[in-house]
């Protein structure tokens, strides 16, 4: 039930990521703290542009709707996407300025609102009443308005996409939105069955997480019109960071902290097998397997199952064995940059890779 499916070679311990040719990018990743803000020193004036196009885009009639899409928009996260858009944009211009145009901003919108939708539905699903420390939608209007909402956010972004007659964006962005329903559907059905192997892993994850990332690093080349090549190549970057985002959340959950934003062991609660725990399951015989199976189904109402749960992933290598495969995804994305000549934004790729891994929340 648990065969381990191909990954990337686990990573030696010692330095997370090579760098892709002589430059600065071997010092940045040995830095010990890595900050958003100077990863996107580089493309700050696309980014305020971004911002400043969605502000123009998303609006709406109604003191309710316009409350609570206020909101929508204010607990956006760390905005990964548009960055992974904006730098891509840049490193791949062939006309200075380019990533300045409105393509970029474009494309930056339609990712972060697709996302935005998907963070208040997967709220409204797992009956979340907090989203990165703050109250979720759901918890603030109800599970019926906070879908009301995901839906006119997506509705409103396909909208302003299709009459801005960029047909190849708008194309090349929502394929990405079938992945995420086909991953989300996928989770729940093993989540009831308690049988998630890593091969189902590895595929819920690329769909619900790193299919859209990639599609952001991707899209972003598209904007500026880069060879088909070149799309493809940032779009594997994309996927290879994305994937290491999804497996560093799920090694974030089991640590009980308050700077994860949000509740510690979310995933054992709602019966979720992920990495953490599959590498430990991996190594044990079937009757070992049964009893943590049958711990996990209690994780709902059993405090103490929970607990043991999470010691016995902690005990027995489940975080190290995760965090392995989690660098190895990042050492992939790293290499593929090697095909771009040095640059601030090649820089601040790197650097976000390094911040992906490090990252505590």
Request: with cysteine.
């Amino acid at each position: 039930m648990f065969a381990s499916a191909a990954v990337p070679k686990a990573a030696p311990a010692g330095p997370v990521l090579r760098r892709p040719d002589r430059d600065r990018s071997r010092e940045i990743m040995e830095e010990k703290m890595t900050t958003l803000d100077r990863i996107r020193k580089p493309v700050e004036a696309e980014l305020k542009a971004f911002e400043e196009f969605v502000g123009r885009q998303f609006t709406a009639e109604g003191e309710l709707l316009s409350e609570m899409l206020r909101q929508a928009l204010l607990a956006r996260g760390k905005g990964i996407r548009p960055l992974l858009v904006m730098l891509a944009a840049a490193m791949n211009e062939s006309v200075p300025g380019a990533s300045l145009g409105r393509r970029p901003c474009l494309a930056a919108m339609m990712v972060e609102m697709i996302h935005v939708a998907s963070l208040i539905h997967d709220d409204v699903i797992d009956g979340s009443d907090m989203r990165r420390g703050k109250p979720s939608a759901n918890a603030l209007w109800q599970s019926h308005k906070a879908v009301i909402l995901g839906d006119y956010i997506l509705a409103r972004n396909m909208n302003i996409g299709l009459q801005s007659g960029q047909y190849d964006l708008v194309t090349h962005i929502c394929g990405s939105m079938s992945a995420l329903c086909e991953g989300e559907i996928l989770q729940s059905d093993h989540a009831a069955r308690f049988d998630t192997t890593r091969k189902d892993y590895l595929d819920i994850i690329r769909k619900k997480t790193a299919s859209l990332i990639g599609i952001s690093a991707s899209a972003g080349a598209l904007a500026v019109g880069a060879s088909r090549d070149r799309v493809a190549l940032m779009r594997r970057f994309g996927e290879a960071v994305g994937m290491a985002f999804q497996i560093q959340d799920d090694i974030l959950d089991y640590t009980a902290s308050d700077s994860t934003g949000k509740p510690a062991f979310a995933d054992l609660r709602e019966g979720k097998i992920t990495l953490p725990l599959l590498c430990v399951l991996e190594r044990m015989d079937e009757g070992r397997r049964a009893e943590i199976v049958d711990r996990l189904r209690r994780c709902g109402e059993d405090a103490g199952a929970m607990e043991y749960l999470q010691r016995i992933v902690a005990n027995e290598g489940g975080i190290s064995a995760a965090t392995g495969v989690m660098r190895s995804y990042l050492s992939q994305a790293v290499e593929l940059l090697s095909e771009y000549d040095a640059s601030d934004c090649r820089a601040a790729l790197v650097e976000l890779c390094a911040y992906v891994g490090e990252r505590d929340r």
